[in-house]
């Protein structure tokens, strides 16, 4: 059992910052890709980062040069530094990982969500 838990959310004003953190926890052999996704109300949900486990990184367009994923293998956590944020940018985020633990193959696992809302 793999469990994911983000944290760092919460209310800013617009150009202001967020961190958010996702630590996985569990009977871990190795973590492969994680990633952060997004979704808005009334939308789906988007990929926004994601990074490898050598460290390669993708970013969606709308969040190129704002946004950062990093990730610490060996507190088996992925981070996502926002700037500049923009109203649009009000989304529950929610984290993955592509996961094998002692006893089973590679499987994709998911964090709870965090609120991050955007307002003046």
């Known amino acids: 059992q793999v469990q994911l838990v983000e944290s760092g959310g919460g209310l800013v004003q617009p150009g202001g910052s967020l961190r958010l953190s996702c630590a996985a926890s569990?009977?871990?052999?190795?973590?492969?890709?994680m990633a952060w996704y997004r979704q808005a109300p009334r939308k789906q949900r988007e990929l926004v980062a994601a990074?490898?486990?050598?460290?390669?990184?993708n970013y969606a367009d709308s969040v190129k040069g704002r946004f950062t994923i990093s990730r610490d293998n060996t507190k088996n956590t992925v981070y996502l530094q926002m700037r500049s944020l923009k109203p649009e940018d009000t989304a529950v985020y929610y984290c993955n990982a592509d996961v094998a633990t002692m006893t089973t193959t590679p499987y994709v696992y998911w964090g709870q969500g965090t609120q991050d809302t955007v307002s003046s």
């Open positions: 990074i490898t486990s050598g460290g390669s990184t």
């Open positions: 569990g009977s871990i052999f190795s973590i492969y890709s």
